[in-house]
């Protein structure tokens, strides 16, 4: 059964920082495009920044550039997400995703993670 597993969430203050991590199983990770999505209360799940099954290209939200980055590991079968110099607009529970390029249908999604930034 294919697993998507996130973890490093919490709560931090404004300009703190945080490392999130997602854990594939039972798939061919390196064959996944990886994204990070999130959700705020009340607003729409955005996509906060996506990777390809190589690594060779990264897109981010304009609202993350410079200030979140995207990495993986297929060693490890592992995404991450560092978020440095967050702000309180970046609160929201943080969502990953597998995707196989060529098999739509092929969309694996973990449980979230929950990211809270106040003072």
């Known amino acids: 059964e294919v697993q998507i597993v996130e973890s490093g969430g919490g709560s931090v203050q404004p300009g703190g920082s945080l490392t999130l991590s997602c854990v594939g199983s039972d798939f061919t990770f390196s064959a996944y495009a990886m994204s990070w999505y999130r959700q705020a209360p009340g607003k729409e799940r955005e996509l906060v920044a996506d990777i390809t099954g190589d690594g060779s290209r990264i897109n981010y939200a304009t609202s993350v550039k410079g200030r979140f980055t995207i990495s993986r590991d297929n060693a490890k079968n592992t995404v991450y997400l560092q978020l440095n110099s967050l702000k309180s607009e970046d609160a929201a529970v943080y969502y990953c995703?597998?995707?196989?390029?060529?098999?739509?249908?092929?969309?694996?999604w973990g449980q979230g993670t929950q990211v809270t930034v106040s003072s």
């Open positions: 995703m597998a995707a196989h390029p060529f098999v739509r249908a092929a969309r694996y």
